[in-house]
């Protein structure tokens, strides 16, 4: 069993702005790290750290924590943001890495 | 220009050993602070992390796959490899290497991963 949790599934209408989440105990003590995977294709990391984009990824994406819960927003959501995405982060040991069950993201 | 990729067999059988590779460039595992990391991915599932080694030899492996798992590096050839023990049919996966730096947690590039079937 995942020690961080996602919603299975999320909807936004085109343009507009949506939040997904990630829960854990272990995310009031580490970051959370974001991935989009398309089908068919590898995960891509989107965000890692307390904010922080990998060169090429816009800045739809952001990042943020609070208390036992990472947040995943993407402003103005797009048609190629549609996607799966993963939090990943330590477990509550610190020694170990989960990721979350994903989130299907559609944009309507 | 970092890339990593997966190679090994596509088909094992229930109770074999698998044995992948990860052959990667644009970073080297003599520096300090590089890791590479294992992830895999049942079709139509999540993501799962699997074991992790650093250019320290430092080594990390899922709790619950500690016993079937090792992993282990040849910073010569630019390989890591992850050997997983009596393969059974949940076990089958695409299988994905990711590099990370020691402290910050996050798995950037990936490998384009490498599909493996359990069956007899």
């Known amino acids: 069993s995942s020690e961080v949790t996602q919603d299975p599934a999320v909807s936004v209408a085109l343009g507009q702005t949506v939040r997904i989440t990630c829960q854990g105990d272990s995310l009031r003590n580490y970051f959370a790290s974001w991935y989009q995977q398309k089908p068919g294709q590898a995960p891509i990391l989107v965000i890692y750290?307390?904010?922080n984009r990998p060169s090429g990824i816009s800045d739809r994406f952001s990042g943020s924590t609070s208390r036992n819960t990472a947040s995943l927003t993407i402003t103005g959501a797009q048609a190629e943001d549609e996607a799966d995405y993963y939090c990943s982060s330590r477990d509550s040991s610190g020694n170990h890495w989960v990721f979350g069950g994903g989130t299907k993201l559609t944009v309507l | 220009q970092i890339t990593l990729r997966e190679s090994g067999p596509t088909l094992v059988k229930p109770t074999q050993t698998l044995t992948l590779t990860c052959t990667f460039s644009?970073?080297?595992?003599?520096?300090?602070?590089?890791?590479v990391g294992w992830i895999r991915q049942p079709p139509g599932k999540a993501l799962e992390w699997l074991a992790l080694?650093?250019?320290?030899?430092?080594?990390r492996y899922s709790p619950s796959l500690k016993s079937r798992l090792t992993i282990t590096k040849d910073a010569s050839k630019n390989q890591v490899v992850l050997t997983m023990t009596n393969m059974d049919p949940v076990d089958t996966a695409t299988y994905y290497c990711?590099?990370?730096?020691?402290?910050?947690?996050?798995?950037?590039?990936w490998g384009q991963g490498t599909q493996v079937t359990v069956s007899s």
């Open positions: 080694i650093y250019w320290d030899d430092d080594k």
């Open positions: 750290g307390q904010n």
């Open positions: 644009g970073f080297s595992l003599t520096t300090s602070g590089v890791g």
């Open positions: 990711a590099r990370t730096p020691y402290g910050l947690d996050r798995f950037d590039p």
